[in-house]
């Protein structure tokens, strides 16, 4: 079992960028497929973009596509997510997701038994 841990959320203003990291506490997130999700305050949480166990596949939101960029480094174990451009809309609790029975990632939550606390996005305009 993998315990999720988020860092790098922050305030920024609107056409700055943030990168946000993903890593393991305890296990390995090697055999994961992983995921980012967000949730503003009274919204759902929606998905925002997932990557494949090798990062060879890569998925994103059309909401971030093009200004988002999802990666991950094996080597150090770690899932980073790479934000630029952005808006007040990205602003919301980003959390990472992995699970690792699926095949390919999934862009729905219940699709991920593990998750982390969540990062804070904010986005002065």
């Known amino acids: 079992q993998v315990q999720l841990v988020e860092s790098g959320g922050g305030l920024v203003q609107a056409g700055g960028s943030l990168r946000l990291s993903c890593a393991a506490s305890?296990?390995?997130?090697?055999?994961?497929?992983v995921a980012w999700f967000r949730q503003a305050p009274g919204k759902e949480r929606e998905f925002v973009a997932a990557?494949?166990?090798?990062?060879?596949?890569?998925y994103y939101a059309d909401s971030v596509k093009g200004r988002f960029t999802i990666s991950r480094d094996n080597a150090r174990d770690t899932i980073y997510l790479q934000m630029n451009s952005l808006k007040p809309d990205d602003m919301a609790v980003y959390y990472c997701?992995?699970?690792?029975?699926?095949?390919?990632?999934?862009?729905?939550?219940?699709?991920?038994?593990?998750w982390g606390q969540g990062t804070q996005v904010t986005v002065s305009s």
């Open positions: 997701a992995a699970e690792d029975m699926a095949a390919l990632p999934s862009r729905a939550a219940d699709g991920y038994n593990y």
């Open positions: 305890s296990g390995t997130l090697r055999s994961y497929v």
């Open positions: 990557i494949s166990r090798s990062g060879s596949s890569t």
